[in-house]
């Protein structure tokens, strides 16, 4: 069986309760043991509660994008809901691998991302400049600092990362072991809360579940 089976992106035609139901059935015949949704809104939350067996939801969380600080996080902790946070090095920009104006190519995302584009660039740096400053007082790694800021919210249940060399692999274990202060992190926190968009949801962008 499939231990946790997530849709990923709604398409906008197909109807939530007929997915639930396609779910609950795959459940019912022991192909999947729990299964949960990605990228929604707090608008599509109602109909996405306890009642459908819903049991997680993968979110953008990251220090660019921290919408979900806005309900979602507490609705999922009234819901039994568990969070997972994806993009929490925020497509790499945070881990200090690409930079504002990078050229990815036509056929990559990341050219349309607000992440990467010269928008609001200085407080955005303001926040990197930050991050590399207490990296490099404790010793380790942008991304594993920003990792860290990530799972230390109590209400996300786990962090996904990606993993390509094995000195990404040792980037993101040395997390485990990484203490960061209530100071720096609230420090950290409040640098990133002045960056326009963080707090709102633009960088992360919006979901469209049918429900009707």
Not at 16 to 33: F, N
Not at 93 to 119: E, I
Not at 154 to 181: E, F, Y
Request: net charge neutral; charged share 20%.
């Amino acid at each position: 069986a499939i231990p946790l089976y997530q849709l990923h992106w709604p398409d906008g035609r197909t109807r939530l309760s007929d997915i639930v139901g396609t779910l609950r059935e795959l459940q019912e015949a022991g192909k999947i043991i729990h299964f949960g949704v990605t990228n929604a809104i707090m608008e599509d939350l109602p109909a996405l509660g306890a009642k459908t067996g819903i049991q997680s939801a993968q979110q953008h969380y990251n220090l660019f994008s921290r919408n979900i600080e806005n309900g979602l996080l507490a609705w999922a902790e009234q819901e039994g809901i568990s969070v997972i946070a994806h993009s929490a090095l925020a497509r790499g920009l945070l881990g200090g691998k690409h930079h504002f104006g990078a050229d990815f190519g036509s056929s990559d995302t990341r050219t349309r991302s607000r992440y990467f584009a010269a928008q609001d660039a200085e407080k955005k740096q303001t926040v990197l400049d930050e991050l590399n400053r207490l990296a490099a007082q404790y010793g380790v790694s942008p991304a594993t600092l920003a990792l860290r800021w990530v799972a230390d919210e109590p209400r996300v249940s786990s962090v996904l990362v990606g993993i390509k060399t094995v000195k990404q692999l040792l980037a993101d274990v040395a997390l485990l072991d990484l203490r960061l202060s209530k100071t720096d992190r609230e420090r950290l926190s409040a640098i990133s809360a002045a960056c326009p968009g963080v707090m709102t949801g633009e960088l992360a962008g919006k979901s469209n579940w049918r429900h009707e």
